[in-house]
């Protein structure tokens, strides 16, 4: 059995929350539809990737997998009172504005190592329109590194989620596609990299097209 990551009050807090607030939001308020979640395997290293266009991408991708998932995630996301509890029970780990790629590749190494499932956001910033159109490889690398394979996955919709002049969230259609396993580079080699990245951002964006 494989190590994990937090104590067994927090992973209790986790399912909680997850199944209070966090379930009933993706599925009722937001109407949820998750496709492919029998595709997520059950445990050993896993690095989630996906496309961002919300704040609440982490909890929601999350609350779709078959297992907790830590995320990267900007310091600020921490500050915001509707997330920043939800995202700590949620195994995200924050990341300074600025901080050196070591120190996110070791948080990210240090996750898998404890036996959670990691995401990251393959674009690394928020895009419009939730469409991948610059691809980060630092999510191959870290997979490259630790010999874990690649889960891809689409959200749909979350960018319309906060809109412009107001602070709530709306209660807008999300759907969130799950693809197929792709296996880790096989090395750190940048050529190696680059190919898997693309290949992510690929299966992703079909995903995504397919819409609600």
């Not at 928020?126 to 394979?149: E, H, Q």
Request: charged share 20%; proline share 8%; aromatic share 8%.
């Amino acid at each position: 059995m494989e190590p994990s990551r937090e104590p067994f009050a927090s992973l209790l807090l986790y399912y909680l929350f997850k199944w209070s607030v966090v379930s009933p939001a993706l599925y009722t308020y937001f109407q949820g539809r998750v496709y492919g979640a029998e595709q997520v395997p059950n445990e050993g290293k896993l690095v989630v990737v996906s496309n961002h266009a919300s704040v609440f991408d982490p909890p929601l991708l999350s609350c779709a997998m078959r297992r907790p998932v830590a995320f990267m995630a900007k310091e600020e996301l921490f500050e915001i009172p509707v997330l920043k509890h939800g995202i700590k029970l949620y195994g995200a780990y924050p990341v300074k504005r600025g901080a050196s790629d070591r120190a996110a590749l070791k948080s990210a190494m240090n996750s898998l190592n404890q036996g959670w499932a990691t995401g990251i956001f393959l674009q690394g910033t928020r895009s419009i329109d939730g469409k991948i159109t610059d691809p980060k490889l630092g999510a191959a690398l870290i997979a490259a590194m630790a010999k874990a394979p690649i889960l891809p996955v689409s959200l749909w919709g979350t960018e319309k989620i906060l809109q412009k002049g107001s602070s709530l969230p709306h209660p807008v259609p999300i759907t969130i596609r799950i693809g197929t396993v792709i296996p880790a580079p096989p090395s750190t080699n940048r050529t190696d990299l680059e190919t898997t990245t693309q290949e992510c951002a690929n299966v992703i964006n079909e995903l995504h097209s397919q819409g609600r």
